[in-house]
């Protein structure tokens, strides 16, 4: 199959810079959509930016301006730079990807990574 994995994850205080990494591994035909969702504690996973093949971009209002989401297709992976951190910023971080496979027929499924905790001091 296939898994994605998740890295860049930290403590930072309030103003500072992260960059998260995710690479899709396994018998994958093509990657389609890809992007990031976050979980603060007591909250619901709620999506952060999100990046089609062709590079088009969306974004939680709560991080237009602050957050880039973009992709390396050659290398399977997504990342997402988020500046100007803040405290309410701290949560687990999900990469998610749509891959397709082909096994006598083309199959595309949602997969997510394991989760990176990001942490905002202020």
């Known amino acids: 199959q296939a898994q994605l994995e998740e890295s860049g994850g930290g403590l930072v205080q309030a103003g500072g810079s992260l960059r998260l990494s995710c690479v899709a591994s396994g018998s994958i035909f093509s990657i389609n959509a890809m992007g990031w969702y976050r979980q603060a504690p007591g909250k619901q996973r709620e999506l952060v930016a999100g990046i089609t093949t062709g590079g088009n971009t969306n974004y939680a209002d709560s991080v237009k301006g602050r957050f880039t989401i973009s992709r390396d297709n050659a290398k399977n992976t997504v990342y997402l730079q988020m500046n100007s951190l803040k405290p309410e910023d701290t949560a687990v971080y999900y990469c998610?990807?749509?891959?397709?496979?082909?096994?006598?027929?083309?199959?595309?499924?949602?997969?997510w990574g394991q989760g990176t905790q990001v942490t905002v001091s202020s």
């Open positions: 998610n990807a749509d891959l397709t496979f082909y096994r006598g027929a083309y199959i595309t499924s949602r997969y």
